[in-house]
């Protein structure tokens, strides 16, 4: 039971529903209730899918492409702080864009928020704990822990419709939180980077 709880603690650490919450949030102002429950599913449905993915067969394509643990880091790492510009830089921005605009590029920015939650820096998560726990053919560590972390996002993000209001325009206090999201998010890089170098050079 220990080992479960661990990884679930373990991939929800990851994936972040706060930070998701508010990426989510900026990805789809000016959407309806509806379209933005959907939107939550799917995003939730790709990410679940996969970390799944990583869970079964993560250390296998890893392995088969030369590709170690340390530099799929590194490689994570990179990704989490280009997404943590680009939310400090939308956060920047005075004016939200027109609705019908966002009625079409939903899609495309809700790509951030998956690339976030199942970033190489979770997924690498998700093979070490898989790797760990692997006594027999399926990592049902691993898999409980991704279905379990997904669940509670997918309720985050779920709640954050049912309870939000319909406001176009960002205010100054959402701004703020954005950007403090954003710098988060660059710390979290820096770390999976840096945590990926030192154990490349020194394993």
Same mark, same amino acid.
């Given at each position: 039971?220990?080992?479960?709880?661990?990884? =679930?603690?373990?991939?929800?650490?990851?994936?972040? *529903?706060? =930070?998701?919450?508010?990426?989510?949030?900026?990805?789809?102002?000016?959407?309806?209730? *509806?379209?933005?429950?959907?939107?939550?599913?799917?995003a939730a449905f790709t990410i679940a899918i996969v970390l799944l993915i990583a %869970?079964?067969?993560?250390? $296998?394509?890893?392995?088969? @492409?030369? =590709? $170690?643990? *340390?530099? @799929? $880091?590194? %490689?994570?790492?990179g990704i989490l702080i280009w997404i943590g510009v680009q939310m400090i830089i939308s956060a920047q921005q005075s004016q939200a864009p027109p609705t019908e605009q966002l009625s079409t590029s939903t899609s495309h920015k809700t790509t951030g928020l998956v690339l976030f939650a199942a970033s190489p820096g979770t997924i690498t998560g998700v093979i070490t704990v898989a790797a760990s726990h692997h006594q027999s053919l399926i990592p049902y560590i691993a898999v409980i822990g991704v279905i379990v972390a997904m669940l509670v996002l997918l309720f985050v993000l779920l709640a954050f419709v049912a309870f939000s209001k319909e406001q176009k325009e960002p205010t100054m206090v959402k701004k703020m939180v954005t950007s403090y999201m954003g710098v988060i998010v660059i710390a979290m890089g820096a770390q999976f980077m840096l945590s990926g170098v030192k154990a490349f050079l020194f394993s």
């Open positions: 039971m220990q080992h479960y709880t661990q990884a =679930i603690i373990t991939i929800l650490a990851l994936v972040n *529903p706060a =930070i998701c919450a508010q990426m989510f949030a900026d990805a789809t102002r000016g959407q309806s209730k *509806p379209q933005q429950y959907k939107e939550a599913i799917k %869970a079964f067969a993560g250390t $296998s394509v890893l392995h088969a @492409f030369g =590709i $170690s643990l *340390p530099a @799929f $880091s590194c %490689a994570g790492g």
